[in-house]
């Protein structure tokens, strides 16, 4: 069979295309989940991200409890087959977290960015953080696939009572009473109503998105009501009976 050549414009389009676009060196690298972890938690493992938590026996404490500096390794699922790492930056009760990780969301259109104080939620029925939901960047708000996590791996040397610390160290080191100065007692509230805004957005987001989904369901409920409904077919077809009696 001769080979087929694709027409001369086709040809003069993709060779224009390949022209125009960009070098690869040209654009900033993606920035890949591990070495952005690895530089966050101190956490010296190396490899793709599913293989964090086999790695980390024998080397480093693991649990399944949250804590601020630890890492949470995501098990593979679905596309994401290497798995995902990503650095608890904030306890915010039981069942939420904020994280730090890399190449999660795409930003600007573009994977491979940084996100800071993203939030997750433990959704697992046992409340053992084996299973989360994660912000997305796209629809501002907690994406609906419950991703399976096999635990928290905790920075060597730390007990994971001692990473959660409050989100500004207030504690002064020549003081042994616990009391707070002026300064002190100024920067915690700040913090606590810095947090209690952000906790704030996201649930607004939250429901921002869930009037979303109900809307979109209204809309495909009315359109499968408006579609004409499909004509019923006769148990007796007099036409037919008659071309086969005739023949014609």
């Known amino acids: 069979m001769a080979p087929r050549f694709a027409p001369l414009p086709v040809l003069a389009m993709a060779a224009a295309l390949l022209f125009a676009a960009p ?3 040209a654009q900033e690298p993606l920035l890949q989940c591990v070495p952005y972890a690895r530089q966050v938690s101190g956490i010296q493992i190396f490899g793709d991200a599913h293989s964090w938590w086999q790695q980390a026996e024998g080397k480093y404490q693991r649990g399944q409890r949250p804590a601020v500096g630890a890492v949470m390794a995501f098990k593979p699922y679905r596309s994401m087959q290497l798995g995902h790492v990503a650095t608890v930056a904030k306890v915010i009760d039981k069942r939420r977290v904020l994280l730090d990780h890399a190449n999660w969301s795409p930003i600007d259109g573009r994977k491979g960015q940084i996100e800071r104080n993203v939030l997750a939620e433990d959704v697992s029925v ?7 939901r994660v912000w997305y960047a796209p629809i501002g708000a907690l994406g609906t696939t419950r991703y399976p996590v096999h635990g928290f791996i905790y920075p ?3 007990a ?3 990473l959660q ?3 500004v160290q207030i504690a002064s080191a020549d003081r042994s009473d616990g009391r707070l100065s002026r300064e002190e007692r100024q920067a915690q509230r700040q913090a606590e ?4 805004r952000r906790l704030k957005q996201i649930e607004k987001q939250r429901r921002e998105y869930a009037k979303y989904l109900k809307r979109q369901e209204k809309v495909r409920k009315a359109t499968a009501q408006a579609s004409p409904a499909p004509v019923p077919r006769l148990q007796v077809d007099p036409i037919g009976d008659l071309i086969a009696s005739t023949g014609s």
């Open 23 to 25: 070098p690869a060196a």
């Open 165 to 167: 610390v409050p989100p």
């Open 193 to 196: 109503k810095e947090a209690k």
């Open 160 to 162: 994971p009572s001692q």
């Open 126 to 132: 046992a409340n053992d953080w084996s299973e989360v």
């Open 156 to 158: 060597q040397g730390r």
